[in-house]
């Protein structure tokens, strides 16, 4: 039986800071992250991954597959950015399939399996002389280029991901929510909705995971992902299409945001358009802006340059374990990187690096072992603990990010 290796390609730096501390296969698109999608909609398992040396490891024990490992002759190597609806099928023969200048994927035979290896495909020079010689297909889909290629089109992704069999009630309510057209909206077991919340199908469906707790007077207006165990506060308002990982803690106005797994935007303030990684924490009152004042067009700061999202709505992107603090304000287009913390009474840089420390006087450094402290202290609040790896690799990053920032790209 034909399996999936997932490989990354030079195209995750225009992915950072989310994909420091995650594989490009780990950020949530929807209801699922990209990964989960590839393989229900290829009907395959996954053999391995192929990604960067250093967050092999940790790419190795969340995908619960061996990383850069050889590959077999029957193996279909599948880029972790390429995006394809259901039902696509792949040639049978060995052979490249191609998105303008980006793999999608690579049909393996014998002697393809032997010559190629993971650095090659983080490599275009080395990726062409390698891939050399196979036919070459068109394929379907797209690829994701950078984060608001997923924030932007959260709402319609959401829409197209849902199926008339995910309708149902899993759980009985003493005092049922007020909620429309119960046919597009999923309650998972154990969810508690307070009866005085308000779902809202009219733009989309709703699906509430397991072990939620959605509470008084909020108002979920579709389309909606509320991952298991994330706790929606009283008064909160989500709308515009949004995807909460597992175990997000989020209040206050949210509008077409992607968050990540153990996020906490508990309080009041707006937030949107915006993709937020994991154990983010987003003080009370802090807001972000998602619209220009001239209705211009957004850009935003990606490695050392500015780019065009070609989108009149964006908010930022905001780094795993970053930690923003009370009353906090995000500017349009912000990047905010891994582990940055922000406490400030002043609008943010739309640039703070990674491990960045921000205050009313200064853009600094922060520690990265005391930030590593605070990242393994919120963890353990939730339970979790951070494995020896992700210990080993948010060290190599706190030391080294500044100058894998600097490399050439082949040196990644």
């Known amino acids: 039986m034909r399996s999936i290796v997932l490989f990354e390609d030079e195209g995750f730096v225009n992915l950072l800071p989310l994909v420091y501390w995650r594989s490009v296969f780990e950020l949530r698109v929807g209801r699922s992250i990209l990964m989960d999608q590839t393989t229900q909609r290829l009907g395959l398992p996954i053999a391995g991954v192929w990604t960067r040396d250093w967050i092999a490891r940790v790419a190795a024990q969340r995908c619960g597959a061996p990383a850069n490992q050889a590959v077999t002759d029957d193996a279909l190597l599948v880029n972790g950015r390429w995006e394809f609806d259901e039902g696509v099928e792949l040639p049978e023969e060995p052979g490249v399939g191609t998105i303008g200048e980006s793999v999608a994927y690579v049909a393996c035979d014998r002697a393809t399996a032997e010559r190629l290896a993971p ?27 950078y984060p608001w290629d997923i924030v932007c089109s959260i709402a319609d992704r959401l829409r197209a991901e849902w199926r008339d069999s995910d309708a149902a009630m899993e759980t009985t309510f003493d005092a049922p929510p007020m909620m429309d057209q119960p046919e597009r909206i999923h309650i998972g077991e154990r969810a508690s909705v307070h009866s005085t919340a308000v779902i809202d199908t009219s733009n989309g469906p709703v699906f ?11 108002v979920i207006e579709g389309p909606a992902y509320i991952g298991p165990g994330s706790r929606i506060s009283p008064h909160a308002h989500l709308h515009g299409g949004n995807a909460l990982g597992p175990v997000c803690n989020v209040g206050g106005e949210v509008d077409a945001c992607v968050i990540g797994g153990y996020a906490n935007k508990r309080h009041g303030g707006f937030l949107g358009h915006t993709y937020v990684g994991s154990w983010v924490n987003l003080g009370a009152g802090s807001v972000n802006s998602d619209l220009k004042n001239t209705y211009g067009l957004i850009r935003v700061p990606v490695n050392g340059t ?51 420390w921000v205050t009313n006087e200064r853009v600094g450094r922060g520690d990265p072992l005391r930030l590593l402290d605070v990242a393994t202290a919120m963890m353990a609040r939730r339970d979790v603990d951070m494995t020896d790896a992700e210990v080993e690799l948010f060290i190599d990053l706190g030391q080294q990010v500044r100058d894998f920032e600097s490399r050439p790209k082949a040196d990644w």
């Open 119 to 145: 650095r090659d495909l983080l490599d275009p020079a080395r990726c062409r002389d390698a891939l050399n010689g196979l036919p070459r297909h068109a394929a379907p889909g797209r690829m994701i280029r």
């Open 208 to 218: 509430v995971s397991h072990d939620v707790t959605i509470g008084p007077y909020a």
């Open 306 to 356: 500015t780019v065009d999202t070609g989108e009149q709505f964006f908010g930022a992107i905001i780094g795993d374990h970053a930690k923003i603090g009370i009353n906090a304000t995000i500017p349009t287009g912000a990047s905010i990187g891994l582990s940055a913390t922000a406490v400030t009474t002043r609008v943010l840089p739309k640039y703070v690096p990674s491990f960045g």
